[in-house]
């Protein structure tokens, strides 16, 4: 019944912008801190940023620092990511997580590509 829903990734060129979306369902959305991860081609799943329930608290990873922003809209139970200055090293499907560490809870991703 858990459902999360990512959407918004296509090709860009470097340097220019992308934003992504998480629709989720089947949980109560506001309860839940979210993530944004991403996979590379040939690497593991990594981090890429965090806000909590209240958007109070935003945390990313050091390689998007400054050039991504992770937001939510709570009413419309959607996650946002809203990436600029995209680099080829960005290339990567982009997923949608709910909660800590501990819950397994993932969309089936989008794939964002940064090619010239």
């Known amino acids: 019944q858990i459902n999360l829903v990512e959407s918004g990734g296509g090709l860009v060129q470097p340097g220019g912008s992308l934003n992504l979306s998480c629709a989720a369902s089947?949980?109560?959305?506001?309860?839940?801190?979210m993530s944004w991860y991403r996979q590379a081609p040939g690497k593991q799943r990594t981090f890429v940023a965090t806000i909590n329930q209240g958007s109070t608290y935003t945390y990313y990873a050091d390689s998007v620092k400054g050039r991504f922003t992770i937001s939510r809209d709570n009413s419309k139970k959607t996650l946002y990511l809203q990436m600029t200055n995209l680099e080829f090293e960005d290339t990567a499907v982009y997923f949608c997580k709910r909660g800590d560490a501990a819950d397994d809870s993932w969309g089936r991703g989008t794939q964002v590509t940064v090619s010239s």
């Open positions: 089947g949980f109560t959305f506001v309860n839940f801190p």
